[in-house]
């Protein structure tokens, strides 16, 4: 909640329910580049881990999606990884049914870079199942 017009964001990383040590570098090293990048703090090179992301997206305001969303009920399989960069039209998870049989290929409607997953193994029609930035 914004009070007393004090900026505040949410970051949210890594899996669900568990601390993980890489995520929590990996946050810290977020927070403190948005704050130099705010010009908020000096960039300290030494915080700053080595990065596999392409320089070209490291310096874009990119836009959240998360479609295509699921068409189809059934396990998820994801083919991407969070940090991985995608072309429009690439495959990015597959769902198929309790049987085995492929029931859906979904792939990314835009490129982008790969945020995270949906939290279930699950999906039904209209459900989020990866997250980009666009």
Do not use: C
Not at 41 to 46: F, K, L, T, Y
Not at 102 to 115: C, E, F, Y
């Amino acid at each position: 909640m914004l009070q007393h017009d004090v900026a505040s964001f949410t970051i949210e990383i890594g899996g669900a329910y568990v601390v993980n040590e890489e995520h929590v570098q990996t946050g810290k090293y977020a927070l403190w580049k948005t704050l130099s990048g705010l010009g908020m703090v000096e960039p300290n090179m030494s915080k700053m881990p080595k990065s596999d992301i392409p320089q070209s997206y490291l310096q874009k305001v990119l836009k959240y999606s998360h479609e295509p969303r699921a068409d189809a009920s059934g396990i998820i399989r994801f083919i991407v990884s969070p940090g991985d960069i995608v072309k429009m039209g690439q495959p990015v998870a597959l769902i198929y049914n309790v049987f085995g049989k492929l029931q859906s290929t979904l792939a990314a409607n835009k490129d982008g870079i790969v945020l995270g997953h949906a939290d279930s193994s699950v999906a039904f029609p209209g459900a989020e199942v990866v997250a980009f930035g666009v």
